[in-house]
Nanobody
Framework: VQLQASGGGLVQPGGSLRLSCAAS????????MGWYRQAPGKQRELVAD???????MYADSVKGRFTISRNNANNTVYLRMNSLKPEDTAVYYC??????????????WGQGTQVTVSS
């Protein structure tokens, strides 16, 4: 299973970006999909996640600005980021909590995409 993330870049404060992450390979089921981020010198933190049924959870720091969504048909998760702030600068990683064909739960991570918010 591979997770391919895209959509990062350089944006000015107040701007917007949309991240995408597609899972491919032999997947029996995906429960949660989510986005994490890691800024230099800091621990990786959960930004938002979404269950297969569409229930979402957001970090307090991004509530009201970020929106997570997913397309179960093509195993893709999105993160729409509005009103970006310099403190949102980080490498963003997508995550998929999956079940393989043997019923074993396996966690997968994407390669990370850089988001830089700067004027």
């Amino acid at each position: 299973v591979q997770l391919q993330a895209s959509g990062g870049g350089l944006v000015q404060p107040g701007g917007s970006l949309r991240l995408s992450c597609a899972a491919s390979g032999t997947i029996f089921a995906i429960n949660k999909m989510g986005w994490y981020r890691q800024a230099p010198g800091k621990q990786r933190e959960l930004v938002a996640d979404i269950t297969r049924g569409g229930s979402t959870m957001y970090a307090d720091s991004v509530k009201g600005r970020f929106t997570i969504s997913r397309n179960n048909a093509n195993n893709t998760v999105y993160l729409r980021m509005n009103s970006l702030k310099p403190e949102d600068t980080a490498v963003y990683y997508c995550n998929a909590d999956t079940l393989n064909t043997l019923g074993v739960r396996v966690d997968y991570w994407g390669q990370g995409t850089q988001v830089t918010v700067s004027s």
